[in-house]
């Protein structure tokens, strides 16, 4: 089993709909997680971090569940720029400053 | 120099030779890690550096050498080139190994022939 996973997509969506992705992880160690974007062929920038609270930047939700080990990101009014790879992210306790990553999850937004 | 910088942006190498990807950082940060992107299986660690003059091994680290003479590059060797190398190279800095964010520079992708 991998460690972080992800539903590939791609997610084909309409401008202005709201999406929501989801992510497991195996590692109840976890501490830290993470939503990066990525765009076609350019290096992974950081979305948002994911804390136990949940949290809200924007248009963008991300929350935790630990009980189930699942971390959510929540996009709402999208826009055909939101269209890239999203990235879920993860370190352990004891790891330092690791990421763990998944593969991602491609989103398509269109007019 | 502004973050992050990698070089070069991509090359393809003859199988067997030795060829070093460079990284630049102007940030201070102390930590650097370099990473190897392929299809389906995401951004995998291959060598990291919790501070100028030590390094340590990540998931992937067979074929790879790495040293941190000082804070700001990162190179990364491969001592004899093979195929199974073909990648997109992505190095990261971070401030801390705390849990930082890691800002990644913008990758080099390799073809090894």
């Known amino acids: 089993r991998k460690e972080v996973e992800q539903d590939p997509g791609p997610f084909n969506v309409p401008e202005g709909a709201t999406v929501a992705f989801n992510c497991t992880y195996s590692?109840?160690?976890?501490?830290?997680f993470f939503w990066y974007r990525q765009d076609c062929r350019k290096e992974p920038k950081l979305l948002m971090s994911?804390?136990?609270s949940g949290n809200e930047d924007g248009r963008f939700t991300a929350q935790l569940n630990r009980a189930s080990q699942y971390i959510s990101l929540l996009i709402r009014d999208s826009k055909l720029s939101d269209s890239a790879t999203y990235l879920c992210?993860?370190?352990?306790?004891?790891?330092?400053?690791?990421?763990?990553f998944g593969t991602g999850t491609q989103l398509k937004v269109e007019l | 120099i502004a973050g992050i910088t990698q070089a070069p942006t991509s090359q393809i190498l003859a199988a067997g030779r030795r060829m070093t990807l460079r990284c630049t950082q102007d940030?201070?940060?102390?930590?650097m890690y370099w990473y190897r992107q392929d299809l389906g299986l995401g951004l995998r660690l291959i060598h990291y550096?919790?501070?100028?003059?030590?390094?340590g091994k990540g998931e992937v680290p067979d074929g790879y050498s790495v040293s941190r003479a000082n804070t700001d590059d990162f190179p990364l060797t491969l001592a004899s080139a093979v195929p199974s190398q073909t990648s997109v190279y992505f190095c990261?800095?971070?401030?801390?190994?705390?849990?930082?964010?890691?800002?990644f520079g913008p990758g080099t992708r390799l073809t090894v022939l």
């Open positions: 990261a800095s971070s401030d801390s190994t705390g849990g930082d964010t890691q800002y």
């Open positions: 590692n109840s160690a976890s501490q830290s």
């Open positions: 994911v804390y136990s």
């Open positions: 992210v993860v370190t352990v306790t004891g790891g330092g400053n690791k990421l763990t």
């Open positions: 940030m201070r940060h102390n930590a």
């Open positions: 550096s919790n501070t100028a003059g030590t390094t």
